[in-house]
């Protein structure tokens, strides 16, 4: 884990496609843990430099601009526009927040392949790779989709399951099909440069299963060691794409860099932009020392899908190329679920953040701190809309607004808004100071040891702290026999929540501003923190603030009623089409008899799951019909419906009963049945046509 004892720090959140808007799911993974962790840094006053940007290449990009019929050119600029503003309102501290497709970025890309290209690193081979007939082109992992053959799940990609997280190449998948036309592609012949994973297997070995055994988080160092123990190989680096980061071969005309070569270099290229703007220097944030001790530490913040690309690809590039600094750390997230599911972006079924921001504004932190309270650190864990009014209501509103609410009321109605001091402080004043004091090095040690959970948790109750000694002392009640107490009181109090503000700064920027207003004193690095003395005697304080507002009922259920429309739009979309049959004459039509009939009798087969022997009026006899609709109705709600039957259909014995006829039903996507009905009561008898 961090000892946080270095003077620079380099800190990456993982680029984001710029295919789309984010999610919850980016800020528990990457985002909020990663700005909180910056922002404890600048409090410690570290020099650390946090980059991210777009990862604006790839199939994932061509295939967002086909499905909206615009260029990848107007697609990364439609998201990366929205997902900067998102952020920024969100309030992510990144010093630089870039594009992959900046002139500069592929240049350095480049300059990458050319380094390991010149060294003889890569392995030029010819290979087989599925191409699209109908389209006429190859097929990047993207562009293919099939079912996994670790897990067997439907629909992972040709580069990676994303349910079970595994690695893949194209031809791993079973039933391979191509997202362009969906017909099963074929393999065709072409040139790609290979990096050899397996010549730097014993490299990867020693640095990272030796060297980082007790430092990784338990499920990064397993997925990191499952890897290795399957025995690495070669990957291909280029790609046949009309989009991305040219190989600079001349032999490699119209190919493309593969975008998990040039996406993380997007971080050095981030940070070369970052120094050009602000006359630094980005070497010393990247390149290695002749004093190990003046490099930078390295530490990427992602989610658990990006784990090998950031623990074994990356490393392995910059290893090979040499003169780069390497990744203390990488505290990979697991995945957030909502709402009973998983997160799918496809699905519509995901809490969107510029959504988030319209419809709850100034509730930026709100989100911070729920998501914060149950980050996925090292296993799944879940979002939903009930337990995120629950710990907004219960904790931020109930515990911290209240504390900090009752403290600023007092101190200006009984006051006037000074900090004074009455009588000394006693044994109980001195016992709060002493656990207090306490809660800055418990948070310090947390966040450093990448356990942002247990962080917030310990901020929290240092405000528990707070609350509990108010109430015990009561002032509202004390003030009416002893006055020079209540000073004393309130200025405890005072210290608490001045305390509060400096270490709420990681998690909750916005709020600990307004209490730094509302304490009329400036933003405090971490080094006062667990002081009683924050402020000073006679000190007068701002105007009081609220902090934070109930989540109400109305604005949950209008956030559930969102998802179950988009679930219910999905069902529908996914429904599928049986392609028509062939055409009949209209003689061949009017053979059938179908008629209105009404149910009379219904009762199960016996020894049948799926049988129902029905009893109905058609209107011109009562007759026998055995359904397959057992599963789906019982046969007490059904009496009286009307039903649509074919009556000259020719009998058949099913389960040993004469069958007269046949039910008219629908089926859905999912394979249940309903009837084929009139709307209105209609005599039975009466013929369909």
Same mark, same amino acid.
């Given at each position: 884990?961090?000892?946080?004892?270095?003077?620079?720090?380099?800190?990456?959140?993982?680029?984001?496609?710029?295919?789309?808007?984010?999610?919850?799911?980016?800020?528990?993974?990457?985002?909020?843990?990663?700005?909180?962790?910056? &922002?404890?840094?600048?409090?410690?006053?570290?020099?650390?430099?946090?980059?991210?940007?777009?990862?604006?290449?790839?199939?994932?990009?061509?295939?967002?601009?086909?499905?909206?019929?615009?260029?990848?050119?107007?697609?990364?600029?439609?998201?990366?526009?929205?997902?900067?503003?998102?952020?920024?309102?969100?309030?992510?501290?990144?010093?630089?927040?870039?594009?992959?497709?900046?002139?500069?970025? /592929?240049?350095?890309?480049?300059?990458?392949?050319?380094?390991?290209?010149?060294?003889?690193?890569?392995?030029?081979?010819?290979?087989?790779?599925?191409?699209?007939?109908?389209?006429?082109?190859?097929?990047?992992?993207?562009?293919?989709?099939?079912?996994?053959?670790?897990?067997?799940?439907?629909?992972?990609?040709?580069?990676?399951?994303?349910?079970?997280?595994?690695?893949?190449?194209?031809?791993?998948?079973?039933?391979?099909?191509?997202?362009?036309?969906?017909?099963?592609?074929?393999?065709?012949?072409?040139? /790609?440069?290979?990096?050899?994973?397996?010549?730097?297997?014993?490299?990867?070995?020693?640095?990272?299963?030796?060297?980082?055994?007790?430092?990784?988080?338990?499920?990064?160092?397993?997925?990191?060691?499952?890897?290795?123990?399957?025995?690495?190989?070669?990957?291909?680096?280029?790609?046949?794409?009309?989009?991305?980061?040219?190989?600079?071969?001349?032999?490699?005309?119209?190919?493309?860099?593969?975008?998990?070569?040039?996406?993380?270099?997007?971080?050095?290229?981030?940070?070369?932009?970052?120094?050009?703007?602000?006359?630094?220097?980005?070497?010393?944030?990247?390149?290695?020392?002749?004093?190990?001790?003046?490099?930078?530490?390295?530490?990427?913040?992602?989610?658990?899908?990006?784990? =090998?690309?950031?623990?074994?690809?990356?490393?392995?590039?910059?290893?090979?190329?040499?003169?780069?600094?390497?990744?203390?750390?990488?505290?990979?997230?697991?995945?957030?679920?909502?709402?009973?599911?998983?997160?799918?972006?496809?699905?519509?079924?995901?809490?969107?953040?510029?959504?988030?921001?319209?419809?709850?504004?100034?509730?930026?932190?709100?989100? &911070?701190?729920?998501?914060?309270?149950?980050?996925?650190?090292?296993?799944?864990?879940?979002?939903?809309?009930?337990?995120?009014?629950?710990?907004?209501?219960?904790?931020?509103?109930?515990?911290?607004?209240?504390? =900090?609410?009752? =403290?600023?009321?007092?101190? /200006?109605?009984?006051?006037?808004?000074?900090?004074?001091?009455?009588?000394?402080?006693?044994?109980?004043?001195?016992?709060?100071?002493?656990?207090?004091?306490?809660?800055?090095?418990?948070?310090?040690?947390?966040?450093?040891?990448?356990?942002? &959970?247990?962080?917030?948790?310990?901020?929290?109750?240092?405000?528990?702290?707070?609350?509990?000694?108010?109430?015990?002392?009561?002032?509202?009640?004390?003030?009416?026999?002893?006055?020079?107490?209540?000073?004393?009181?309130?200025?405890?109090?005072?210290?608490?929540?001045?305390?509060?503000?400096?270490?709420?700064?990681?998690?909750?920027?916005?709020?600990?501003?307004?209490?730094?207003?509302?304490?009329?004193?400036?933003?405090?690095?971490?080094?006062?923190?667990?002081?009683?003395?924050?402020?000073?005697?006679?000190?007068?304080?701002?105007?009081?603030?609220?902090?934070?507002?109930?989540?109400?009922?109305?604005?949950?259920?209008?956030?559930?009623?969102?998802?179950?429309?988009?679930?219910?739009?999905?069902?529908?979309?996914?429904?599928?089409?049986?392609?028509?049959?062939?055409?009949?004459?209209?003689?061949?039509?009017?053979?059938?008899?179908?008629?209105?009939?009404?149910?009379?009798?219904?009762?199960?087969?016996?020894?049948?799951?799926?049988?129902?022997?029905?009893?109905?009026?058609?209107?011109?006899?009562?007759?026998?019909?055995?359904?397959?609709?057992?599963?789906?109705?019982?046969?007490?709600?059904?009496?009286?419906?009307?039903?649509?039957?074919?009556?000259?259909?020719?009998?058949?014995?099913?389960?040993?009963?004469?069958?007269?006829?046949?039910?008219?039903?629908?089926?859905?996507?999912?394979?249940?049945?309903?009837?084929?009905?009139? /709307?209105?009561?209609?005599?039975?008898?009466?013929?369909?046509?």
């Amino acid at each position: 884990m961090s000892s946080l004892t270095k003077k620079r720090y380099t800190i990456t959140s993982a680029l984001p496609y710029a295919n789309g808007p984010l999610h919850i799911g980016h800020l528990a993974g990457a985002y909020i843990p990663g700005d909180i962790f910056v &922002r404890f840094l600048r409090l410690n006053n570290k020099d650390v430099v946090y980059v991210c940007g777009s990862d604006e290449h790839g199939a994932a990009i061509t295939i967002r601009a086909k499905k909206e019929g615009i260029t990848p050119k107007e697609v990364i600029d439609k998201y990366n526009k929205q997902i900067k503003e998102s952020f920024e309102n969100f309030g992510i501290s990144f010093d630089i927040y870039h594009r992959t497709s900046e002139a500069i970025h /592929h240049e350095l890309s480049q300059e990458f392949f050319l380094n390991l290209y010149n060294k003889g690193e890569f392995i030029e081979k010819y290979s087989e790779q599925y191409y699209d007939e109908k389209f006429d082109q190859f097929l990047a992992d993207r562009y293919i989709t099939g079912t996994c053959p670790h897990c067997q799940s439907e629909g992972a990609y040709g580069d990676q399951c994303e349910k079970c997280g595994t690695s893949l190449n194209p031809t791993d998948l079973i039933n391979p099909k191509s997202t362009l036309s969906g017909d099963t592609p074929i393999l065709k012949e072409t040139k /790609h440069w290979y990096l050899p994973l397996d010549k730097y297997q014993p490299w990867l070995e020693k640095w990272l299963i030796e060297g980082k055994k007790d430092v990784l988080k338990s499920n990064v160092f397993g997925q990191c060691s499952s890897w290795l123990k399957s025995g690495l190989q070669p990957r291909s680096m280029t790609r046949d794409l009309d989009w991305g980061v040219d190989v600079p071969l001349e032999e490699a005309k119209g190919k493309k860099l593969y975008v998990w070569l040039d996406a993380p270099i997007g971080y050095i290229s981030a940070t070369k932009q970052w120094a050009l703007d602000n006359g630094k220097n980005w070497e010393d944030y990247w390149k290695t020392h002749d004093n190990p001790e003046d490099d930078s530490t390295l530490i990427h913040f992602i989610g658990k899908d990006n784990i =090998v690309f950031h623990c074994i690809i990356f490393p392995a590039i910059l290893h090979a190329h040499g003169g780069y600094i390497l990744p203390e750390n990488v505290p990979a997230n697991e995945f957030l679920n909502l709402e009973g599911d998983k997160l799918s972006t496809s699905r519509n079924h995901a809490v969107w953040l510029h959504e988030y921001l319209e419809e709850f504004p100034g509730k930026q932190d709100e989100l &911070r701190y729920v998501l914060t309270s149950i980050l996925p650190e090292t296993s799944d864990s879940e979002f939903t809309w009930k337990d995120f009014q629950a710990r907004v209501n219960n904790e931020l509103v109930a515990i911290l607004g209240n504390f =900090v609410n009752r =403290v600023m009321v007092l101190s /200006h109605k009984y006051f006037g808004g000074k900090v004074l001091l009455g009588s000394a402080f006693n044994d109980t004043d001195k016992a709060v100071f002493d656990e207090l004091s306490k809660y800055p090095e418990l948070i310090a040690q947390s966040i450093g040891n990448y356990r942002f &959970r247990e962080a917030l948790a310990h901020f929290m109750n240092a405000a528990r702290l707070g609350n509990k000694y108010l109430a015990d002392e009561e002032p509202w009640k004390v003030i009416k026999t002893d006055e020079e107490r209540v000073k004393t009181v309130l200025n405890v109090a005072v210290q608490i929540v001045a305390n509060l503000a400096i270490m709420g700064q990681p998690f909750l920027p916005k709020t600990t501003e307004k209490l730094f207003q509302m304490l009329n004193i400036n933003p405090q690095s971490w080094d006062k923190a667990g002081k009683a003395d924050i402020l000073p005697v006679d000190a007068q304080l701002g105007e009081v603030q609220m902090l934070f507002e109930k989540i109400t009922d109305e604005q949950v259920e209008a956030q559930l009623a969102k998802l179950a429309a988009a679930k219910a739009a999905n069902a529908k979309a996914a429904a599928p089409v049986t392609p028509a049959k062939a055409n009949i004459s209209f003689d061949d039509f009017m053979k059938l008899d179908i008629r209105v009939g009404t149910i009379l009798e219904a009762e199960k087969v016996a020894k049948t799951k799926k049988l129902l022997k029905l009893k109905i009026d058609t209107g011109i006899d009562r007759r026998t019909v055995v359904s397959g609709i057992a599963e789906y109705f019982k046969p007490e709600e059904i009496i009286g419906r009307q039903v649509s039957i074919l009556v000259n259909l020719e009998p058949r014995e099913i389960k040993g009963i004469q069958s007269q006829g046949m039910i008219l039903m629908a089926e859905d996507a999912d394979g249940r049945l309903d009837f084929v009905s009139p /709307h209105t009561a209609i005599k039975p008898g009466s013929t369909v046509r």
